[in-house]
């Protein structure tokens, strides 16, 4: 149905910014939401940024990430400014849709691109 292509995971040093990007294809959907969650190591999965008209971040990112949105190319993007060691995970690209008349809602979700800050 849906398939993301997610690319722009690295290797950075602290301080160092990173710009990840993610392309939906497939046929037969429309997307409600595209954002990122992300894995620390040893972590819980949790929230990054999303984009569903409204623009939604994590607390411990705020003022360094942005997430950008092309609803007509189905991409999403998170430039990633400032990063610190803490950021270091597995970035999922993610997206759902919603089909209010049935209340069904579908998920989707990316292979993921590592994101490694370290000096």
């Known amino acids: 149905q849906v398939q993301f292509v997610e690319s722009g995971g690295a290797l950075v040093q602290p301080g160092g910014s990173l710009r990840l990007s993610c392309s939906a294809s497939g046929s037969g959907f429309n997307l409600n939401t595209m954002g990122w969650w992300r894995e620390p190591p040893g972590g819980q999965l949790t929230l990054v940024a999303t984009d569903d008209d409204a623009l939604k971040y994590a607390d411990s990112v705020k003022g360094r990430f942005t997430i950008s949105r092309d609803r007509a190319k189905n991409t999403v993007e998170l430039q990633m400014n400032d990063l610190e060691p803490a950021d270091t995970a597995l970035y999922y690209c993610?997206?759902?849709?919603?089909?209010?008349?049935?209340?069904?809602?579908?998920?989707?979700w990316g292979q993921g691109t590592q994101v490694t800050v370290s000096p």
């Open positions: 993610y997206a759902d849709s919603i089909d209010m008349a049935k209340k069904i809602k579908t998920e989707y």
